[in-house]
């Protein structure tokens, strides 16, 4: 396989390019010989190297400095746990042990429902006793039971109640022809509710055994699909659980398999020295009771054959499809028919290429698809990461702006403050006389306007004054 970039760059670290003859002791054969098609290095893989290695582990906590047992024994736990771990990885849709509790659950309910039905048709055949031999099935029995309750009460009116449950309408009729000539006893009211609730029970039942059926085929068709097409849901399913689990199944040979479920007539046969039993669980596949009674041994072990190359194909391929199982059970098919009417089947080869081709074309469209929904996963994944990211960055740009519109509304008072801060300044300065003959600007226009008709005023008084000054020169000269 291909080397570890750890071990690797470990190796060209510790190990220089000139000393690639130099021998390296590796306790697996097969790492050896990865790291000498890898970087070229000879790797001694004998005895002395393995008991080397077995006393370095035993000794481990004293060439290492720092490093008790204790502690040494516990990361030897640690490792074999993760070890395990990485070992019995495997897909979640390939449990077995879900099929296992299923089937078993499955027959536990049939038999259950088996006596509940008896029950119900000893307790309801006190009242309409006619009614058991008109429709002998349970679940339909049930049904009817609840809906008829006290059959005196039954008419006309209730006839399409009844042929949507018969599905017939001549058993509908006959049901309310028997209702009204019945010779069963009459019946409390507390009695009627009483078998009612127990029908519904009854039925609530057998619906839940339809939908664990389902859930059983879907379940089958994910892990032994092979199998499945070959034999059937049901009986696959029964050979899982009896095995263990399909690993145990794909690991029998197919006389076990021919024999499974039928391991006390087996031990009987033996002691008793009789014939050993042809078939076990694999009797309740439709081949066998197809075939005519000389052929049943023949052909259950044929059957048994292709049922232990269906678990197995199943159990150990990457992608499991059931393009196996139908050519098996095309196979099975032409057995039968060379039984009864002489026709020779096909080789196995052949149909194993068929198979082999076809199996291939269906795992490359499977691989494909997958592939395609992990495109569509990862694309999902980017664009709720953009999402996230683009809301992080708009709350980020709300949070700045809130603080944004908070720093101008602070901007605003402190310029306030400061324009009436400098307004008073101002004032006080224009009623402080002139200092170092600097003048300073009145703030407002009325103050302009007075200063400004002073100093006009001031100005007239001295041109008076000149013109007056000139006169009595001019009248002293004369």
């Known amino acids: 396989g291909i080397l570890h970039e750890d071990l690797r760059l470990l190796l060209e670290t510790s190990m220089p390019a000139k000393k690639k003859k130099a021998l390296l002791g590796v306790a697996d054969p097969k790492i050896g010989a990865a790291i000498l098609e890898e970087l070229g290095y000879q790797c001694q893989t004998g005895g002395v190297v393995a008991e080397i290695m077995r006393g370095i582990r035993l000794h481990f906590h004293v060439l290492v400095k720092g490093l008790t047992a204790q502690s040494a024994s516990k990361a030897q736990l640690g490792l074999g746990h993760s070890y395990s771990r990485a070992k019995v990885k495997f897909n979640v849709n390939r449990v077995d042990n879900m099929i296992i509790q299923s089937i078993s659950l499955l027959d536990q309910l ?23 031999k008109i429709t002998p099935e349970n679940y339909t029995y049930c049904r009817l039971a609840k809906f008829i309750g006290n059959r005196k009460e039954l008419s006309e009116e209730s006839l399409e109640g009844l042929e949507e449950i018969v ?14 000539s019945s010779m069963g006893m009459d019946i409390s009211p507390l009695d009627l509710i009483n078998i009612e609730s127990f029908s519904s029970r009854v039925i609530s039942l057998s619906e839940y055994r339809k939908g664990l059926q389902e859930y059983l085929r879907s379940k089958m068709s994910q892990v032994a699909p092979s199998l499945s097409a070959l034999i059937g849901e049901v009986v696959g399913a029964r050979l899982i659980s009896h095995a263990g689990s399909l690993t145990n199944l794909a690991k029998y ?22 014939n050993t039993p042809k078939y076990g669980l694999i009797f309740h596949s439709t081949f066998i009771g197809r075939a005519a009674a000389k052929n049943k041994g023949r052909i259950s072990r044929y059957l048994a054959n292709k049922c232990t190359i269906a678990s197995r194909i199943d159990c150990f391929s990457e992608v499991p499809t059931s393009v196996f199982g139908d050519k098996l059970r095309e196979q099975v098919e032409e057995r039968l028919a060379f039984y009864e009417t002489g026709e020779p089947p096909r080789k196995n080869l052949e149909v194993m290429k068929e198979a082999v081709v076809e199996a291939s074309e269906v795992v490359a469209e499977v691989k494909r698809k997958m592939e395609k929904k992990e495109k569509k996963k990862k694309k999902r994944e980017k664009r709720r990461l953009e999402a996230l990211a683009a809301a992080a960055e708009e709350v980020e740009n709300s949070v700045e702006i809130e603080e944004n519109d908070r720093e101008p509304k602070k901007k605003k008072k402190k310029k306030k403050q400061e324009l009436e801060a400098s307004s008073e300044q101002e004032l006080e300065a224009a009623s402080e006389p002139e200092q170092n003959g600097l003048e300073e600007e009145p703030l407002s226009k009325k103050k302009r306007k007075l200063t400004l008709e002073a100093a006009e005023e001031e100005d007239e008084k001295k041109k008076k004054k000149k013109k007056k000054k000139e006169k009595a020169r001019d009248s002293e000269e004369d």
């Not at 038999?111 to 039905?117: L, P």
């Not at 007539?265 to 033996?270: G, I, Q």
């Open 110 to 132: 049939d038999k259950d429902i088996n006596t509940f039905s008896m029950r119900v048709r000893e307790w309801y055949g006190y009242h309409f006793p006619e009614l058991i």
């Open 167 to 180: 599905m017939d309408s001549a058993k509908a009729q006959a049901i309310l022809e028997a209702s009204r």
């Open 253 to 274: 040979p197919a006389s076990t398999v021919q024999i499974l479920g039928a391991e006390k007539a087996l031990f009987r046969a033996l002691k008793t020295r009789g």
